[in-house]
C-alpha cells in the first residue's frame, strides 16, 4: 500500500499546525499542572477534594502525553542520521522489545548477516520499530508471536549501470490484522481503532514520515485473522558486491 502524493502533503499540514497548536498547549498545561500539585499540599485531610485534585492531575498528564506524541510528531527537531550497522543495533533493540511487550508476546529476530549499512536516525529508527512492536502487541490481546526480519535487497535499476541495494525490515504478527477498510486508513494522522485514551492514531503517520524523511518506504500488508506484516525499507548506505554467500537464506540469528 503506498500512500498517495496527496495524502503525504496532508499529513505535512496536519503536522505543521499540531505542532504549533501541541507547543503553546503544553505551556499552558505545565501552569494547570504545577496549581494542581500546589493544591494538592493544602487539601491535605480532605480525601473527597484529594480525589478530585488528583483526577484532574492524572487527565492533565494524559494531555501532557498526547501533546508530547504531538510535539514529535510534527518533529521540529531534525533528523540525526547516522551510520547504522545492525549487528550491533539489534541486540539493544531486541532488549527494549521483551521490556516493552512482556512475557505473552515471542520476540523471533531472522538478522542476515553482512547487512549492508543504512544512514538513519538510531532513535528514531528504535521508536518506529517499538511503535511497530506495541501495534503488534495490542493486535495480539491472547499472546503471539512479534517476528522481525531483516534482510538486504538488491534491485537493478532499470536502464543504470548501478545496482540500488536497500535494507528490508519486516515486522509481523499473528494478531487479529485489519481489514480493508481499516488497512487503507491506518497511515493517516489521528485515525484510531483504539477506544478513547488508548490510542492517538499518531504512531503509524509518525514512522510513515521518518520512513519518508529517511529516503525510504513503507508499505503493510493483513487481512482479518492472518495477521499483519509491515515492510519498512530503507536505501543501503554502500552498494557492496554481492556474494553467494550474502544470498545465503540459511543464516539466522536470534531465532529462538
Ligand atoms: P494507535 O495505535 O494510536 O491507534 P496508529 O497510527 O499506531 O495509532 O495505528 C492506527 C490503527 O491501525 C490502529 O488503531 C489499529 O486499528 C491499526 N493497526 C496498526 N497496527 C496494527 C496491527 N499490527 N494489527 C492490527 N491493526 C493494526
Not at 492533565?60 to 502525553?65: I, Q, S, V
Not at 486508513?185 to 478513547?196: I, L, M, Q, S
Amino acid at each position: 500500500l503506498e500512500l498517495s502524493l496527496q495524502h503525504a502533503s496532508k499529513l505535512e499540514a496536519v503536522g505543521r499546525l499540531t505542532g504549533g497548536i501541541a507547543h503553546d498547549f503544553n505551556n499552558m498545561l505545565s501552569i494547570v499542572i504545577g496549581n494542581l500539585d500546589l493544591m494538592k499540599g493544602s487539601l491535605q485531610g480532605n480525601e473527597k477534594a484529594l480525589r478530585r485534585v488528583e483526577s484532574a492531575i492524572e487527565g492533565a498528564h494524559r494531555c501532557a502525553e498526547l501533546t508530547s506524541r504531538l510535539l514529535a510528531f510534527s518533529r521540529r527537531s531534525p533528523l540525526q542520521p547516522r551510520e547504522l550497522d545492525f549487528t550491533s543495533f539489534i541486540p539493544g533493540l531486541i532488549k527494549l522489545l521483551e521490556r516493552t511487550l512482556g512475557e505473552r508476546i515471542t520476540i523471533s529476530a531472522n538478522v542476515e548477516p553482512n547487512l549492508p549499512e543504512v544512514c538513519v536516525d538510531h532513535a528514531q529508527l528504535e521508536a518506529a520499530l517499538i511503535n511497530l512492536a506495541v501495534n503488534a502487541r495490542d493486535a495480539m490481546p491472547d499472546g503471539g508471536t512479534l517476528s522481525i526480519c531483516i534482510q538486504r535487497r538488491d534491485a537493478p535499476a532499470a536502464g543504470c549501470v548501478e545496482d540500488s541495494s536497500s535494507v528490508e525490515i519486516a515486522v509481523a504478527d499473528s494478531g487479529t490484522g485489519m481489514s480493508p477498510a481499516i488497512l487503507a486508513r491506518v497511515f493517516e494522522p489521528f485515525f484510531t481503532t483504539k477506544e478513547a485514551g488508548k490510542g492517538t492514531g499518531l504512531g503509524l503517520s509518525m514512522v510513515y514520515g521518518f520512513v519518508q524523511q529517511s529516503g525510504g518506504t513503507i508499505s503493510v500488508d493483513s487481512s482479518p485473522d492472518q495477521g499483519t506484516r509491515f515492510i519498512i525499507t530503507l536505501p543501503a548506505l554502500v552498494s557492496r558486491t554481492s556474494t553467494s554467500q550474502d544470498i545465503d537464506p540459511g543464516m539466522t540469528a536470534g531465532t529462538p
